[in-house]
């Protein structure tokens, strides 16, 4: 059965994300602290922090165990929050930076060998600012190895047939605006339905998208 894994699922784009790949037919396991279906009738929970690698990598196996190998698994999870230069600390950067980066390459090498050796599947993860800013430190710095991590991922196993990407969101995510998450969500099915001929690592959603 064709499965989607959507890590940090929420009630902005991870749910969005969930309903778009499920209305193709996909079925759909959500990874969360919580375990929350987020409403959505018919998809999987697992918990886990995405800052605990045995607890992320136990969701994937068991998500794998219900739908085997996933096609395709977003990586929605990020600490979001205001820092500046002067105001950094260790265990702070730290922290944003194991959930905002590290739990994005421990699910990559969970998964991304099982799909190199199918011969296919996408691995996206939700990035954004397209700029950094002074005003927020760790997510600016956690973005930007993102987006160093899927061009990584994409030498290591592109030639294997595994699509690395992110969607870059260069904005506040609220519905009925601009940055709708549910227009969000279209860009990951496009980027797991490219062509291999066509493949972007990065898809950029601005208020003019």
């Not at 929350?36 to 995405?50: F, P, Q, S």
């Not at 600016?140 to 290591?156: F, N, W």
Request: negative net charge; glycine residues 12%; aromatic residues 6%.
């Amino acid at each position: 059965m064709p499965g989607a894994v959507i890590i940090g699922a929420g009630p902005g784009i991870g749910r969005s994300v969930a309903r778009r790949f499920a209305k193709e037919g996909l079925a759909v396991g959500l990874v969360s602290r919580t375990g929350d279906d987020l409403g959505l009738e018919g998809v999987r929970t697992y918990r886990a922090d995405c800052a605990d690698e045995d607890e992320l990598r136990a969701a994937l196996d068991a998500a794998a165990g219900e739908f085997g190998t996933p096609d395709a698994v977003v990586y929605n999870a990020a600490i979001i929050r205001p820092d500046s230069p002067g105001e950094a600390n260790v265990r702070a950067q730290l922290d944003a930076w194991a959930v905002n980066v590290v739990g994005a390459l421990i699910a990559a090498a969970h998964v991304a060998p099982a799909m190199a050796r199918r011969g296919g599947g996408t691995f996206i993860v939700t990035g954004g600012m397209p700029e950094p800013k002074a005003q927020y430190v760790s997510l600016s710095l956690g973005k930007a190895g993102v987006r160093t991590l899927v061009a990584m991922l994409d030498e290591e196993y592109g030639p294997s047939g595994v699509h690395a990407a992110s969607v870059t969101v260069a904005g506040p995510v609220a519905p009925g605006t601009a940055f709708d998450p549910d227009d969000i969500a279209d860009h990951y099915w496009r980027l797991h339905t490219q062509p291999r001929d066509q493949w972007e690592l990065e898809a950029l959603h601005t208020d003019a998208s």
